[in-house]
């Protein structure tokens, strides 16, 4: 069975930094493109960064500049660095992996539970 484990959330005043972390486990052959999502109350969930396996990286407008995901592929990680918070970053994050169990199988998304962020101004 193949898990997503994030960590690193909490509460931080505005101008403050948080790391996330997410961490894959289970039985898997390979991660392409690894990635970070938030879902604010009431709002879509909505992509914050992603990471191909070759280290190709893309960012929401509203983050760049201030977010910064890397993965370390000996781990099974991904990372969010996220500088310069503001209250409107206050979310859930969740973390998503497009990952094949075996050499031959298609891709599949998986999802981490979520980490809440909360940015105080």
């Known amino acids: 069975q193949v898990q997503l484990v994030e960590s690193g959330g909490g509460l931080v005043q505005a101008g403050g930094s948080l790391r996330l972390s997410c961490a894959v486990s289970?039985?898997?052959?390979?991660?392409?493109?690894m990635a970070w999502y938030r879902q604010a109350p009431g709002k879509q969930r909505d992509l914050v960064a992603s990471?191909?396996?070759?280290?190709?990286?893309k960012y929401a407008d509203s983050v760049k500049g201030r977010f910064t995901i890397s993965r370390d592929n000996n781990k099974d990680t991904v990372y969010l660095q996220m500088n310069s918070l503001k209250p409107e970053d206050t979310a859930v994050y969740y973390c998503?992996?497009?990952?094949?169990?075996?050499?031959?199988?298609?891709?599949?998304?998986?999802w981490g539970k979520g980490t809440l962020v909360i940015v105080s101004s």
């Open positions: 289970g039985n898997i052959f390979s991660i392409n493109t």
């Open positions: 990471i191909t396996s070759g280290g190709s990286t």
């Open positions: 998503n992996a497009d990952i094949k169990r075996r050499p031959l199988d298609y891709g599949m998304d998986y």
